[in-house]
């Protein structure tokens, strides 16, 4: 049974940093796409960021954000820097079956629960 346990949300000031981590079990992360979603109330699951053997960013978070993997850990973080009012939303890491990058929430099938981060101005 695959689960993904997310952690690491929290409020922060405008400018301010966190870093969102994504725990695996039951499959192994190295070997399929991993990506971070965002949803803000009212609004549509976003695309973040996802890793394979690359990166792959939003536009409006290049620069800031850096997803990064930890193999040993079965581990996915999201290190977010210089953090916006419009960066709060609910942030949930997602994994496939399968090697490719998705945009779309669609092209994943597992989820974690969600991690709630909020930045104030």
């Known amino acids: 049974q695959v689960q993904l346990v997310e952690s690491g949300g929290g409020l922060v000031q405008a400018g301010g940093s966190l870093r969102l981590s994504c725990a695996a079990s039951?499959?192994?992360?190295?070997?399929?796409?991993v990506g971070w979603f965002r949803q803000a109330p009212g609004k549509e699951r976003e695309f973040v960021a996802a890793i394979t053997w690359t990166t792959h960013y939003a536009d409006d978070v290049k620069g800031r954000f850096t997803i990064s993997r930890d193999d040993a850990k079965n581990t996915v973080y999201l290190q977010m820097n210089s953090l916006k009012p419009e960066d709060t939303a609910k942030y949930y890491c997602a994994t496939t079956n399968y090697y490719s990058v998705s945009y779309s929430a669609h092209g994943y099938n597992y989820w974690g629960q969600g991690t709630q981060v909020t930045v104030s101005s």
């Open positions: 039951g499959l192994t992360f190295s070997k399929y796409a």
